[in-house]
């Protein structure tokens, strides 16, 4: 039966560019048209004249804001065959047919011959059922909340340091801090509001796990603040004040928002993941495991846990040439941002749980050379790998010790102890930062490279004389 290769450039503003291919690279038909059921309809059909009776069409398009969604869920119900390529692959092939023009129809024509020229590395879209869909979009709504809520704290970090150099906001944002603030974050206001009002609002904030102490060292930063500055007219006071307000009660807004979408991700996890699969595994909790429920998806669309590490973008890149075969790539940083992080994040958590993860991120720290972020990165990977198992063979998740043994938390934590602990030595060589009495040591490698390979003989240099030794 012949084949029917539809590309199709979407536009969000303008209308979608398509053109019709068969398996001879022939054109059938160029068209325009718009995410509405006539104008999607006539695309089909224009694309099936002439082709035999049962002809499936294969449609491929790149996620294009959210103007994929229409076209995918047109085709895919007429029970046509849909493909959603990353823009980096679409982008490499459009290089070469647009060397001396650029057109949307030549986008749309690069589209169509992806079926032909990379089969291998399309892989058919798979739409969501309801309560997954509802998952996906209450786990990024969490997401961008947060990532959104972050941003509001580090800019009324940001602003209070500007109206107080002496800020005591240096760890976490508090409600009793945000109470100030609202209120006094001018300096000139603050201290004549007094020690006994600053501490009964501070107390109430906090329901009196702070006091005086704390209001003491607002009221501090104040008076600190106003003999530094005085009465410069380069100091907006007030308008710094209005805007750390601000600031403030758009984070509370955010964070009001986040709550009522965690409650509901919370019950279209239950739905997706009644037995709390991906919850079982060291590492991802609360937030963890919806993300990594619902970037998955159905599980036997991954073939095996490699695939799906190599989706999350955990896997090295790939440097062949001849016999050469270069290690110590850095990660592809494929497929989904939220879960790459989450995952790595998870893996420093995961690693104080469990022994054969301990291991990993032993092997990394001490043999190997890596720095405490690559280390992570690796036992994030192998964390993939075991998610994906986990959630395809619909069981819970055992923590082993590393000869397969199951144990208990408290005895995997004393295996950790015991055998996987990285000494502090090797610790501090890895880490980038200055100590306090100067620089940051060297890295030791104990006659070994960063990848834990013995040196290259050609790299054996005489300091003192510049001869290469000879290598034996």
């Known amino acids: 039966m012949g084949r029917r290769l539809v590309g199709i450039d979407l536009g969000i503003a303008s209308s979608h560019t398509v053109r019709v291919l068969d398996e001879q690279l022939g054109q059938v038909c160029r068209r325009k048209c718009e995410p509405a059921v006539a104008s999607l309809a006539a695309i089909e059909q224009a694309a099936l004249h002439g082709a035999e009776e049962g002809t499936v069409l294969e449609v491929v398009f790149e996620p294009t804001g959210p103007a994929w969604l229409p076209v995918a869920v047109f085709f895919a119900a007429r029970g046509h065959r849909v ?29 169509a011959r992806l079926p032909l020229v990379d089969p291998a590395g399309l892989h058919e879209l798979e739409l969501p059922g309801p309560e997954q869909a509802a998952l996906d979009r209450r786990v990024r709504a969490c997401d961008r909340l947060t990532r959104a809520a972050s941003e509001h704290k580090v800019r009324i970090k940001d602003l209070t340091r500007q109206l107080m150099p002496l800020s005591p906001l240096t760890g ?73 307000a601000t600031e403030v009660r758009l984070l509370r807004a955010t964070q009001a928002e986040l709550a009522q979408h965690a409650a509901h991700r919370e019950q279209a996890y239950r739905w997706v993941d009644p037995a709390g699969l991906a919850r079982s595994l060291p590492g991802l909790a609360e937030v963890g495991g919806p993300v990594v429920t619902a970037v998955m998806g159905r599980p036997g669309r991954f073939p095996t846990g490699a695939h799906f590490k190599a989706y999350a973008g955990l896997t090295p890149r790939a440097s062949e040439t001849g016999e050469t075969d270069r290690k ?24 104080k749980q469990d022994p054969q993860l301990a291991k990993v991120y032993y092997t990394q720290m001490v043999e190997r050379g890596a720095d405490h972020l690559k280390a992570s990165c690796v036992v994030a990977a192998r964390l993939a790998e075991r998610a994906h198992t986990v959630l395809r063979r619909g069981m819970p998740y055992v923590i082993c010790d590393t000869d397969g043994t199951p144990v208990n938390p408290e005895q995997a934590k004393a295996i950790i102890t015991q055998q996987w602990t990285v000494p502090a030595e090797v610790r501090a060589r890895r880490r980038s930062r200055k100590t306090k009495t100067g620089k940051a ?30 290598a034996s």
């Open 83 to 111: 493909f959603r390529v990353s823009s980096a692959k679409a982008a490499d092939l459009r290089r070469f047919f647009s060397r001396h023009a650029k057109s949307n129809g030549i986008d749309a024509d690069t589209l």
């Open 172 to 244: 976490d944002l508090g409600a009793a801090d945000l109470a100030v603030l609202e209120r006094y974050a001018d300096p000139r206001a603050l201290l004549p509001a007094g020690r006994a009002r600053l501490t009964r609002l501070i107390a109430k904030a906090s329901h009196n796990h702070q006091g005086s102490e704390r209001a003491e060292q607002w009221r501090a930063a104040a008076a600190a603040a106003v003999e530094l500055y005085g009465d410069h007219p380069a100091v907006a006071f007030t308008d710094l004040a209005a805007e750390v």
């Open 328 to 351: 110590g790539q850095p990660m592809s940083k494929a497929g989904s941002r939220l879960l790459r992080v989450t995952l790595i994040r998870a893996a420093d958590t995961a690693r």
């Open 441 to 470: 040591p060297q890295h030791a490698h104990n006659g070994r490279d960063r990848r834990g390979d013995p040196p290259h003989p050609r790299s054996s240099n005489n300091a003192k004389t510049g001869v290469k030794q000879k």
